[in-house]
């Protein structure tokens, strides 16, 4: 049997051993472990900020600029990978992160610290590769389900903070690190995560087939790229940065938030963290099945809808409404607080919003552009990874220029409204063109009944 007839089967075999199955899950295997090292600086940052005497400047650049290279390389990546598979792809972008990776647990100064930080932050370039590789194996009726499953490797933000929660002796050092076996104190985890990177590509060479499907294999590079001219992939672009951008931004700025804020130990602060970062990953697949059934744009009204609601009363500090008296006297009323419960819970509920909203992204992909997953996709990737770079230093500005904490979310707040707005002008647009003899009638008065 040839190479071109032996992938369809493999691609609508539903079982545990078909190819399309071991390729979905040895790539979200590979995600969720590059996400968490793409971001492990966002819990990692207060021991090392106290062992090198950095500022809050000097530690916010260190998750910005891994977060910078983890988004920069998607558009090429994805077309990389519609070019010659996303195995090929895979297992050496999981090489070439251990390498970095490595070379962190020796790190001494805050310029090297800088650099591989960089450099690791290319982890965060994989997620293009697994949307196309995914896209290229699994059926249409399917394909809303299997990105969510994917996508929910986004959890790995939170395996380095739930490391901390279990086993908080590793930060400072003991237990394997005072025996000799990894480095002491916060490089215990870059040096787990390179043992890591090097077992799963080794994994992923061994598991999934080995003759890959390649959706753009020959395609010019000009065909590839007519997509982006589309106003449509960039709308969809901005969707992403609301839900996914947004994500990794909270998902680093949400530690310090706590601890700021709420005056809890880093410990408890990385705990809470994980309930944001769980729905807001691991409901992806649910956001796709729903996306298979509703439509995603019907889900994207109603993750829309959750989102604005909750930055809405998550944006609102603290206070109370103060009456001046005629007789010169002030009486205080209506006095409101948000305490660390109801915050938690409020972001939990953002954080379902958004693991809906990221898979019903995807679906639009491959339903407008079945033949260009690696490019646009990688484009949206690569503009919501952005989002995730410049957001936190707009929520510390804005924190700056109000003195609120809480505009963090009327930062987030202000995003979402755009995003649903230009949604909802799209579809009123697209109904008025598709039907333009309804345009008077939705509007047109009620009939007057005929008098006698």
């Known amino acids: 049997m040839s190479a071109s ?11 545990l051993g078909s190819g399309a199955t071991r390729v979905l899950w040895m790539s979200t295997i590979a995600f969720t472990l590059m996400f968490a090292v793409w971001l492990m600086f966002g819990v990692l940052g207060v021991p090392i900020q106290k062992e090198l005497g950095l500022s809050d400047v000097e530690l916010s650049w260190i998750s910005a600029v891994a977060v910078l290279n983890g988004s920069m390389w998607r558009l090429p990546a994805g077309m990389l990978t519609d070019r010659i598979g996303g195995r090929k792809v895979t297992i050496a ?13 020796q790190v001494g100064t805050y310029g090297n610290l800088l650099i591989l930080a960089f450099l690791v932050g290319f982890a965060g370039n994989l997620f ?15 394909q ?9 490797g986004n959890v790995g933000a939170s395996v380095t903070k739930l490391l901390v929660v279990l086993f908080p002796s590793l930060v400072v050092g003991g237990g394997a690190a005072s025996a000799g076996f990894f480095p002491d104190g916060w490089r215990v ?9 090097i077992l799963v590509a080794i994994l992923t060479f061994l598991i999934v087939p080995r003759v890959d499907k390649v959706a753009g294999a020959g395609k ?30 909270l998902s680093a700025w949400l530690p310090k938030y706590y601890v700021d804020n709420f005056g809890i130990e880093l410990k408890t602060a990385a705990l809470l963290a994980t309930t944001f970062i769980f729905p807001a990953s691991l409901l992806r697949p649910f956001g796709g099945m729903l ?51 109801p915050f938690a819970l409020l972001v939990f509920i953002l954080g379902c919003g958004m ?48 003195g609120f904490p809480t505009s963090t979310f009327f930062v987030l707040f202000l995003l979402v409204a755009v995003c649903a707005l230009w949604m909802h002008w799209t579809v009123v647009q697209m109904l008025h063109h598709s039907s333009p003899e309804l345009h008077d009638r939705l509007e047109a008065p009620a009939p007057v009944p005929a008098t006698h």
């Not at 293009?128 to 194996?137: F, L, Y």
């Not at 809303?144 to 929910?152: E, S, T």
């Not at 985890?189 to 990177?197: C, K, R, S, W």
């Not at 994207?300 to 109370?320: E, K, S």
């Open 5 to 15: 007839t032996a992938a369809p089967s493999q691609t609508h075999d539903p079982h």
């Open 93 to 105: 972008m999981l090489l070439l992160t251990a390498i970095p990776c490595f070379f962190l647990t």
């Open 220 to 249: 010019p590079l000009s065909e590839m790229l007519a997509p982006l001219t589309h106003l449509r992939v960039w709308r969809f672009s901005l969707y992403y940065v609301a839900v996914f951008g947004a994500y990794v931004a």
């Open 128 to 142: 293009s590769v697994g949307i196309a590789w995914n896209s290229a194996w699994t059926p249409r009726e399917r």
């Open 355 to 402: 693991g809906v909203g990221k898979a019903a992204v995807y679906k639009h992909i491959p339903e407008y552009f079945p033949d260009n997953v690696g490019s646009v996709g990688g484009l949206v990737g690569m503009l919501g990874g952005l989002g995730g770079f410049f957001l936190p230093p707009l929520f510390a500005y804005t924190k700056q220029w109000s």
């Open 189 to 197: 985890f870059p040096a787990i995560y390179t043992i890591a990177l």
């Open 291 to 341: 996306s298979d059934r509703f439509g995603a744009r019907r889900v994207m009204y109603w993750t829309f809808a959750v989102m604005l609601v909750t930055t809405g009363i998550l944006m609102m500090p603290n206070g109370h409404i103060v009456i001046a008296h005629a007789d010169g006297h002030t009486s205080e009323h209506l006095g409101y607080s948000i305490g660390l419960v």
């Open 144 to 152: 809303g389900y299997a990105l969510g499953v994917f996508g929910a």
